[in-house]
Nanobody
């Protein structure tokens, strides 16, 4: 059975940082592209960042230069380092692999 478990969300002031982690199990992690998707209140889901099985990365324009996605295949973990956070980054952040989704972790950026 596939499990994707996110952690690291919380409340942070504008300009602050958070590090999201997603622990994966139940599939051959290193063979899959991994992504982070977010959903802000009242809005649809938005693909934030992707890291391929080969380690290539891509980001939505709004987070380029502020967010970094990385993976540790030995630990079956994908990380989203978020710096210079803005109120508009407030959302539930989900870890995704193909058709599998985690339960999400809330990120709130507010003073």
């Amino acid at each position: 059975e596939v499990h994707l478990v996110e952690s690291g969300g919380g409340l942070v002031q504008p300009g602050g940082s958070l590090r999201l982690s997603c622990a994966a199990s139940g599939f051959t992690f290193g063979n899959y592209d991994m992504s982070w998707v977010r959903q802000a209140p009242g809005q649809g889901r938005e693909l934030v960042a992707v890291i391929t099985s080969g380690g290539s990365t891509n980001y939505v324009d709004s987070v380029k230069g502020r967010f970094t996605i990385s993976r540790d295949n030995a630990k079956s973990t994908v990380i989203l380092q978020m710096n210079s956070l803005k109120p508009e980054d407030t959302a539930v952040y989900y870890c995704k692999a193909r058709g599998w989704w985690g339960q999400g972790t809330q990120v709130t950026v507010s003073s």
